[in-house]
């Protein structure tokens, strides 16, 4: 029960974006959160495994040996 709570803005402010893209995943159920009375708070866990689950490492393509035939 360590973990902190963010506000929808605080989500929005860490992730780079506006508000309304994590109220957006909120709506859907994109991403976990908490309904305290009428606000919604976004355990910061929730929004490290949102941001985990959704990075793409890159490819490591071999070089090839030679240059380009012209």
């Not at 508000?19 to 908490?34: A, C, G, S, W």
């Not at 490492?57 to 070089?63: A, I, T």
């Given at each position: ?37 009428r ?24 070089r090839p ?6």
């Amino acid at each position: 029960m360590n973990d902190r709570y963010l506000s929808v803005d605080q989500v929005a402010e860490l992730l780079g974006t506006t508000t309304r893209f994590p109220r957006r995943l909120v709506e859907e159920r994109r991403i976990r959160y908490v309904k305290v009375g009428r606000h919604v708070r976004i355990p910061e866990s929730a929004v490290e495994e949102f941001i985990r689950s959704r990075t793409v490492e890159p490819l490591r393509r071999p070089r090839p040996r030679y240059g380009r035939a012209a």
